[in-house]
């Protein structure tokens, strides 16, 4: 199936602080159940040097690989391009534009933990992954 051109698409942007753990985690569920139908970002407002090797296990777990990923910083132009901005922990740090859909994901930091904490994290995510593919298809329709 070929992939919609990108304005007939949406494009959402997870940001974490670290861009490490939990926006990667939202990025990769997302790319992995959306495909090409839906453009995804992640970055950080101070990024980590690599991605957190507990979410890279957790993920491999469920058959979604990042161990390729690099944490990438937050940049203005990210967030113009994106319909929507899904929030997790950066605080103030996150630049506001009006037009966009603003969500902010309440969820533990997968920091400094291991992968038995990082699974109920994995799979929250997850489940709003899941929550947020439903919302953006019904948009896509009305």
């Known amino acids: 199936m070929p992939s919609a051109p990108a304005a007939d698409r949406p494009s959402v942007l997870f940001i ?16 992995h159940l959306a495909g090409d139908a839906v453009e995804v970002r992640s970055a950080g407002s101070a990024p ?6 507990a979410v890279v296990e957790a993920m491999s777990e469920v058959g979604i690989d990042i161990s390729a990923e690099t944490p990438k910083v937050l940049t203005t132009e990210a967030v113009q391009a994106s319909d ?22 309440k969820l533990d930091d ?13 799979d929250e995510i ?17």
């Open 16 to 31: 974490c602080v670290h861009n490490a753990g939990r926006s990667q985690m939202a990025a990769a569920f997302l790319t």
């Open 48 to 53: 980590a040097d690599t991605v957190n090797p």
């Open 84 to 105: 929507v901005v899904i929030t997790m922990g950066c605080g103030d740090t996150c630049p506001v534009f009006p037009g966009k859909t603003y969500l902010d994901w």
């Open 110 to 122: 997968p920091a400094g933990q291991g992968v038995d904490a990082v699974r109920p994290i994995r």
């Open 126 to 142: 997850e489940h709003r992954i899941r929550t947020l593919l439903a919302d953006l298809d019904t948009q896509a329709r009305a």
